[in-house]
Every structure is written in C-alpha cells, then in structure tokens.
C-alpha cells in the first residue's frame, strides 16, 4: 500500500466526479470512486490508468465497504439533472439523505475530512439575487424539485449535526451550474441540451419565453475551487459552506444564441411551455470563497462552450447515444 493521501469519491463515474478522480491522480492521491452506474458510466473514467486508483460499484444508499485508511471523502453521488427527478426521485431523495449520512459516518468512522456537495437548487426559485450564503432559498417543498432540492437541504442538516456532535471537518460546496465535457448529450441539463441540438441540425428549445437566467461555470474551475476548499487550512475551512460558480450571468435564449454561433448552426430556437418551479434567476455571491480561497473562476463562457464541443461531437459519433 503507499503512502499517497487516500480519497474516496462517491460519484466518482459521473461528470463532475470524474475530473475531481483526474485532478486527485495527478496530484498523487490514492483514490477511490463508489458509484452505482446510475447516471454516471465506466467510459468516463476508461482513460484512467493509474495503480492508485480503484473503481468500486456500490450504492452510497447502502454502508460503504471498508476500504483502509481514509483521509478525505468527497460526497458527489447524485443524479442532478432535472430530467430525472421524477423518474428517479425516491432514489435521489434516499441518495442526499442516507446516502449523505453513510458519507458522513465514514469520514467519522476514519477520522477524514468530509466535503459533500450541495447545490445552488438550494436555494430555490430565489428572492434574493444573486445568492449568498446567508438567504435560506425559496423551495417548494411539495414541488416537483422537491426530491432533490430538499434532500440536499437535509444533507445540508446532516452536516451541521455531524459537526456540532462529532465535531467531524466537513466542508460544503453548493455548486451553481457547471458544465464541459464528460457531460451526458442527453443528460437533460440545458447546455448538454443546447449543444446536442445543435450538432443533429434540431432547433433548440427554450423553456418559457428564455429570460430566465443562469451562470455557467466551466468544469476547470469547480474543481480548482473544490481542491482549494478540501487542501485549505482547517481553521479556514472547517464547517464552512460555501458558493462556487461563475457569475457571468445569462439569459436562456441568450444562451441558445450563443451555442448556435459557437458551431455556426442553421437551427432556429423554439419556445415550449416553462416547467413548474423552474428559477427565474441564479447567480451566486462569490464573494466568500473568493475572501477564503483566493479563488475566482476564469474560464469565460464562449471558452467553455469551444472546450466543451469536441467532447459532444464524438459522444454523438459513437455508437453509445
Ligand atoms: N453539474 C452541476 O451543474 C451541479 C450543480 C449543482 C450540484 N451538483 C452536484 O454535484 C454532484 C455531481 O453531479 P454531476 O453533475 O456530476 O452529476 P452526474 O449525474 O454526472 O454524476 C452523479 C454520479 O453519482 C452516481 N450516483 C447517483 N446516485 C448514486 C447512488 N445512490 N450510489 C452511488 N452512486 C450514485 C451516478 O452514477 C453518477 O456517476 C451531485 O451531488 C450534484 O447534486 C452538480
């Protein structure tokens, strides 16, 4: 066994995941992904060839195994795409909350640093704009989101409660929308929509009349933020939550445009019905993580969009979708 700093990701097969295994490896980690293949899939972590790393199918529903010595966990099995929160939502609802709480009792059980991720859903359809840490969100707890934003909310709970009774170093990240390769062409979430669309020669459909707005934030960035909130100092760090995304705020049918001249497409943009409780606004408040971490997102949407491409033309080549 060697001496490298052992980190298991649940979720690890997944989009965001798989490039938090990336950037473990190379900066020397053991790591190890717990996932049940559900949203994520193998092929997103088929280029890894590293003898510290191990991928194990499991479901964080259940008791993780027992897997050595653990120094960090990093808690990102979720589905997340709105797509599947009806289809999948007892599932999700169970993976935020007894999922959250078998992450949590092993970082206690191994005395290592916990950092779940949460999410800007948190916040709801918010009144506060753009969102701080502080605002407690608008969600519809009887709404069709429900399963997913208020088990995140409860993760959050969970955490607290591990905190003040284990005094257990977790450190939470709502993530606001992110995007880049690795993502799914039919994960539902609006850029893999958007640029799916676009490649088949479809016209892209916006939901409501597209003013609606949201933030993108390249893949690159999460993960810089994530790595600096898990490395920095305990005394920084420690029961902090914290926002990560990018404040470049957009409108939907902005968006739209913006994709079809990033891959010079003839389609059209069409309008259908906006769906229940989708946010009419979300931009997070970075002024925290910037504060703490000297962290600041740099990759400009356009960038993003040009280095998220070539990964959906060759997913929509293959045989696989
Ligand atoms: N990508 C974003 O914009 C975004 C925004 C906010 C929050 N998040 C959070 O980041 C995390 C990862 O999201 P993502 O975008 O990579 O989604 P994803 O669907 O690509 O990845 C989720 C991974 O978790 C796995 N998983 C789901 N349920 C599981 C279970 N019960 N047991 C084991 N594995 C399970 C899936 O198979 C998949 O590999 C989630 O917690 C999500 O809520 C992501």
Request: proline share 5%.
């Amino acid at each position: 066994m060697s001496d490298a700093q052992h980190a298991v990701i649940t979720g690890g097969a997944g989009f965001v995941g798989s490039h938090l295994v990336d950037s473990l490896l190379d900066d020397g980690f053991r790591v190890t992904s717990l996932d049940n293949f559900g949203s994520g899939c193998p092929q997103n972590l088929a280029h890894v060839d590293s003898e510290r790393f191990d991928s194990v199918e499991h479901d964080v529903r259940e008791p993780f195994p027992e897997l050595g010595d653990v120094d960090y966990v990093f808690h990102f099995a979720s589905r997340a795409s709105p797509k599947d929160f009806a289809s999948h939502a007892v599932e999700i609802a169970l993976t935020n909350s007894e999922g959250a709480h078998n992450a949590l009792a092993y970082a206690r059980d191994h005395d290592a640093r916990a950092i779940p991720a949460s999410t800007s859903e948190i916040y709801g359809d918010p009144e506060v704009h753009p969102q701080t840490e502080e605002y407690n969100g608008n969600v519809n707890v009887r709404g069709p989101r429900a399963p997913y934003d208020e088990s995140t909310r409860f993760s959050e709970a969970l955490a607290v409660a591990f905190r003040q009774q284990y005094d257990v170093d977790i450190r939470t990240i709502r993530i606001f929308n992110t995007y880049g390769p690795r993502m799914r062409p039919d994960d539902g979430r609006v850029i893999p929509n958007f640029l799916s669309q676009a490649l088949q020669g479809d016209d892209l459909t916006v939901y409501g009349d597209g003013t609606q707005t949201r933030s993108f934030c390249y893949i690159d960035d999460l993960v810089a933020g994530i790595r600096a909130f898990a490395d920095a100092d305990l005394e920084v760090a420690a029961g902090e939550v914290i926002n990560i995304g990018n404040t470049e705020e957009i409108e939907i049918r902005e968006l739209a445009e913006v994709v079809i001249d990033a891959l010079d497409a003839d389609s059209d943009v069409v309008y259908e019905d906006l769906p229940e409780d989708d946010p009419q606004v979300r931009r997070p408040d970075i002024t925290c993580v910037k504060k703490l971490l000297d962290w600041e997102p740099s990759v400009s949407l356009k960038d993003g969009i040009e280095r998220t491409l070539p990964h959906f033309r060759d997913d929509l080549g293959s045989d696989d979708y």
